[in-house]
């Protein structure tokens, strides 16, 4: 397994052949389109042959052979990267067109807020693959094709620009984590931030430790080999052809069953990122910024080979309605829209209710899982009762932890609440003993908190 220090080593060396063969590439463009050379502007007199790169010598040559990219791809990608390693590079475009006094219309580009640097856009990565011509240019323009490996596992694209201007005068832009992944040699875990407002989930339980009913844990088994499986079904047994990717699951039960706990160490299990989403900084009131924002969550995750966790999700993924008003039918537009990019999304979403009927019957028809997580019964109960207290604390003799679990019927969230609550009433005791009456009233303080009586 390389290490950090060779996969530093190792994208260096690759990428100081890759930009040597770019900056000659736009050399003899410029020099070409500066002379006014229509002849060698519009030929192929002006390409060389990329660098040889070993698979093995990199990740970024890795990368490079496992898109099998072509000259044309592997220029495009560069572009976008240049700014992120060497901005200097791009400084040529900068040049003054002596006949008009101002930057080269050709050249594209555009100015940053803070990157005192060229940025390129689409019209930069044309011009230096196909200069003036126009059928060159034509299919050049296949790389930011919607169904272009490009943008189908979301490695570049072009940012979108004002209607009625060019497209390809659109940002060049790099997949963050794809940037992280083609320097450092690694994909950097995201940040809680506006354009992905999910947060890692971790735990330092272990999935021998899970306390749930026997059918529940099968149906989980499943959704574990389809993460560890995927690759070769899919491709190795030719069911691409038949089967959509991704795997989309639904966690129901009452709060406090395991829902959260078991997508966590689910993750933990198969070795993959956990992020739940937060629905508060999805949902909008404004009409179409709730497709915005998840559309930005599932781009980001599309390359992380993660686990995308909507706790609660009723909100996001409710039932339709009846159409009464403008409201209702942006409504149901939202989520039907939603229906199509959960079923685009190519990697893992878990969902979570209370009751799968608030789900709108057109995902639960299309979930691959459907995993019910009930309450626990009293064998399970006196498991969690008994795993639950600290090795460094012991239990009152006049405690009976089988009794318990027999008379109360807990949530494992709400046996964890119990005891928290008994647990700190022995430390300000001053004892290391934990006493059956802080035990019955912590049950107390959490039955009420339902609403309900003993």
């Given at each position: 397994?390389?290490?950090?220090?060779?996969?530093?080593?190792?994208?260096?060396?690759?990428?100081?052949?890759?930009?040597?063969?770019?900056?000659?590439?736009?050399?003899?463009?410029?020099?070409?389109?500066?002379?006014?050379?229509?002849?060698?502007?519009?030929?192929?007199?002006?390409?060389?042959?990329?660098?040889?790169?070993?698979?093995?010598?990199?990740?970024?040559?890795?990368?490079?052979?496992?898109?099998?990219?072509?000259?044309?791809?592997?220029?495009?990608?560069?572009?976008?990267?240049?700014?992120?390693?060497?901005p200097q590079l791009l400084d040529v475009f900068y040049q003054v067109n002596p006949s008009r006094q101002r930057g080269f219309t050709e050249f594209g580009g555009i100015q940053g807020k803070q990157h005192g640097g060229f940025l390129p856009t689409g019209e930069t990565a044309i011009f230096?693959?196909?200069?003036?011509?126009?059928?060159?240019?034509?299919?050049?323009?296949?790389?930011?094709?919607?169904?272009?490996?490009?943008?189908?596992?979301?490695?570049?694209?072009?940012?979108?620009?004002?209607?009625?201007?060019?497209?390809?005068?659109?940002?060049?832009?790099?997949?963050?984590?794809?940037?992280?992944?083609?320097?450092?040699?690694?994909?950097?875990?995201?940040?809680?931030?506006?354009?992905?407002?999910?947060?890692?989930?971790?735990?330092?339980?272990?999935?021998?430790?899970?306390?749930?009913?026997?059918?529940?844990?099968?149906?989980?088994?499943?959704?574990?080999?389809?993460?560890?499986?995927?690759?070769?079904?899919?491709?190795?047994?030719?069911?691409?052809?038949?089967?959509?990717?991704?795997?989309?699951?639904?966690?129901?039960?009452?709060?406090?069953?395991?829902?959260?706990?078991?997508?966590?160490?689910?993750?933990?299990?198969?070795?993959?990122?956990?992020?739940?989403?937060?629905?508060?900084?999805?949902?909008?009131?404004?009409?179409?910024?709730?497709?915005?924002?998840?559309?930005?969550?599932?781009?980001?995750?599309?390359?992380?080979?993660?686990?995308?966790?909507?706790?609660?999700?009723?909100?996001?993924?409710?039932?339709?309605?009846?159409?009464s008003d403008a409201h209702d039918r942006y409504a149901n537009q939202e989520v039907s829209y939603l229906l199509q990019r959960i079923e685009d999304f190519p990697g893992v979403v878990i969902l979570t209710s209370n009751y799968s009927s608030n789900i709108d019957e057109a995902f639960t028809?299309?979930?691959?899982?459907?995993?019910?997580?009930?309450?626990?019964?009293?064998?399970?109960?006196?498991?969690?009762?008994?795993?639950?207290?600290?090795?460094?604390?012991?239990?009152?003799?006049?405690?009976?932890?089988?009794?318990?679990?027999?008379?109360?019927?807990?949530?494992?969230?709400?046996?964890?609440?119990?005891?928290?609550?008994?647990?700190?009433?022995?430390?300000?005791?001053?004892?290391?003993?934990?006493?059956?009456?802080?035990?019955?009233?912590?049950?107390?303080?959490?039955?009420?908190?339902?609403?309900?009586?003993?």
């Amino acid at each position: 397994m390389l290490t950090l220090s060779d996969r530093l080593t190792g994208n260096a060396v690759s990428l100081e052949k890759e930009l040597s063969w770019l900056a000659s590439i736009i050399e003899a463009r410029v020099t070409a389109n500066t002379a006014d050379d229509l002849t060698l502007n519009g030929s192929e007199n002006i390409w060389t042959e990329p660098p040889a790169l070993d698979p093995e010598e990199s990740m970024y040559a890795g990368f490079i052979h496992h898109y099998q990219m072509d000259a044309e791809e592997r220029l495009v990608a560069l572009l976008a990267l240049v700014p992120h390693v060497r901005p200097q590079l791009l400084d040529v475009f900068y040049q003054v067109n002596p006949s008009r006094q101002r930057g080269f219309t050709e050249f594209g580009g555009i100015q940053g807020k803070q990157h005192g640097g060229f940025l390129p856009t689409g019209e930069t990565a044309i011009f230096l693959l196909a200069g003036r011509s126009l059928q060159r240019r034509w299919e050049c323009q296949r790389v930011f094709d919607r169904d272009h490996f490009f943008a189908r596992h979301h490695v570049l694209w072009l940012e979108p620009v004002p209607v009625g201007e060019p497209r390809l005068s659109g940002q060049l832009v790099l997949a963050e984590e794809m940037i992280d992944f083609l320097t450092n040699g690694e994909m950097r875990k995201p940040d809680y931030s506006r354009d992905f407002p999910a947060s890692l989930l971790t735990t330092d339980m272990e999935w021998s430790e899970l306390v749930l009913p026997p059918h529940t844990l099968e149906q989980l088994k499943e959704l574990e080999a389809w993460t560890q499986y995927e690759q070769i079904l899919m491709h190795d047994w030719g069911l691409s052809r038949r089967l959509r990717s991704g795997y989309r699951c639904l966690f129901y039960g009452p709060p406090g069953t395991g829902k959260t706990l078991a997508a966590t160490l689910l993750g933990k299990l198969v070795g993959r990122d956990v992020y739940r989403v937060s629905l508060s900084a999805v949902v909008s009131k404004y009409i179409g910024e709730t497709e915005k924002n998840l559309e930005r969550i599932f781009e980001r995750a599309e390359n992380m080979n993660c686990l995308l966790f909507f706790d609660e999700a009723d909100a996001l993924f409710g039932k339709r309605t009846n159409v009464s008003d403008a409201h209702d039918r942006y409504a149901n537009q939202e989520v039907s829209y939603l229906l199509q990019r959960i079923e685009d999304f190519p990697g893992v979403v878990i969902l979570t209710s209370n009751y799968s009927s608030n789900i709108d019957e057109a995902f639960t028809r299309r979930f691959q899982a459907v995993v019910p997580f009930p309450m626990p019964n009293v064998g399970d109960r006196a498991r969690l009762w008994q795993a639950s207290f600290s090795d460094q604390c012991q239990l009152a003799e006049t405690v009976s932890i089988q009794d318990i679990a027999q008379q109360y019927e807990l949530s494992g969230g709400g046996i964890m609440n119990v005891v928290r609550y008994a647990s700190l009433m022995a430390l300000a005791s001053n004892s290391d003993v934990i006493q059956q009456e802080d035990i019955i009233q912590g049950i107390v303080r959490e039955i009420q908190k339902e609403g309900k009586t003993l």
